[in-house]
């Protein structure tokens, strides 16, 4: 009896030992995470990869929820939710310059010249500022730094120097920014809807319009373009990022683990930004359209003082150093 006594405490401690160590259990996190992709795009393949490392390198303590395709919000939303502890990550870029202005050379017209030049900014003491003034002002933390497709200009006519332009109606955006440059330029820019773009090139309304390859080939442009040129006048980048107020609910141990996660994430997502670019060419390619090279540095050279003249004066003196180097 008096074994059975001992061993009923020992259960008994044990138990109250386990249940001590319960409320430890409250340390896991599960972090949601919404972005506007879809499940092929390679922002979200990267999300995927960024989870299955933060999983791995926290022994599955805090896990990823990834929400695609807008679910869980837009991109404004997901942002204002960050800022007020109702959401915890998303895939964000220049839209972060209505808190933060330096955000705003994330994606500045010839501003850089190759991925390397665009890397040498954003990995470099440029990009430390925009980050810092991002934590700062929009309260939510860049963990990693995705690539976008490089903008170029489709036509139905070969453009290899400014000259070229003249004349030439093209859809932009609805941003000053871009009008301003194209008229610079030469061309005769109108602001447009996306979605209006296909049956205004089909029927004349407008001879040409600027995205990525990616963009310009799920949308069917190859249709009724004939040539893509490597204009390449906009090159950006895009952030992964984390609500600061997430961030400071985690340990310091855990924080290098969401930054090493990120750091993995993004050498994965330039892996395939890398080979998409090349398969995006071919596609491009055996569907008819012609890829022209063109006087980068020319169109660089005419298009600075709209460039210039249309950046906020905080990020101006960076802007001209930038077209500078």
Known sequence: ???????????????????????????????????????????HKACVKFGEELSALTDGRITVEIYPNESL???????????????????????????????????VPYAYKSIEHMDSIAGGEIGTQIEAQ???KAKVRPVAY????????????????PADLNGLKMRVPNVPLFVDVWKALGAQPTPMAFSEVFTSLQNGTIDAQENPLALIKSASFFEVQKHVNLTE??????????????????????????????????????????????????ELQDKG????????????????????ANVKPEIRPIVEQLFNE
């Not at 006594?5 to 409250?26: M, Y």
């Not at 919000?73 to 972060?96: C, H, P, R, V, Y």
């Not at 489709?154 to 120097?161: A, C, H, L, V, W």
């Not at 890829?291 to 709209?306: I, L, R, T, Y």
């Open 1 to 43: 009896m008096k074994v059975m006594r001992k061993f009923a405490k020992l259960l008994l401690t044990v138990c109250c030992l386990t249940l001590i160590s319960l409320p430890a259990l409250a340390a896991d996190m599960t972090l949601k995470l919404g972005h506007l992709a879809n499940e092929e795009n390679i922002w």
């Open 73 to 107: 919000g837009k991109e404004m939303d997901l942002i204002n939710g960050m800022q007020l502890g109702t959401a915890d990550m998303t895939i964000t870029g220049e839209s972060l310059q209505n808190w933060a202005p330096m955000a705003a050379l994330l994606a």
């Open 134 to 136: 991002i934590i700062e």
């Open 146 to 161: 995705f690539a976008r497709g490089p903008r170029n200009l489709t036509t139905n006519r070969p453009i290899k120097s």
């Open 233 to 282: 006048h906009v090159r950006s980048w895009i952030y992964l990022a984390l609500s600061e107020k997430t961030w400071s609910k985690l340990s310091e141990a855990d924080q290098k683990a969401v930054l090493e996660a990120g750091k993995r994430a993004q050498t994965y997502e330039r892996e395939l930004f890398l080979e998409d670019e090349q398969k995006l060419v071919q």
């Open 289 to 308: 359209m012609t890829f022209v090279e063109v006087d980068g540095a020319a169109f660089a050279s005419k298009a600075k003082d709209a460039v210039l």
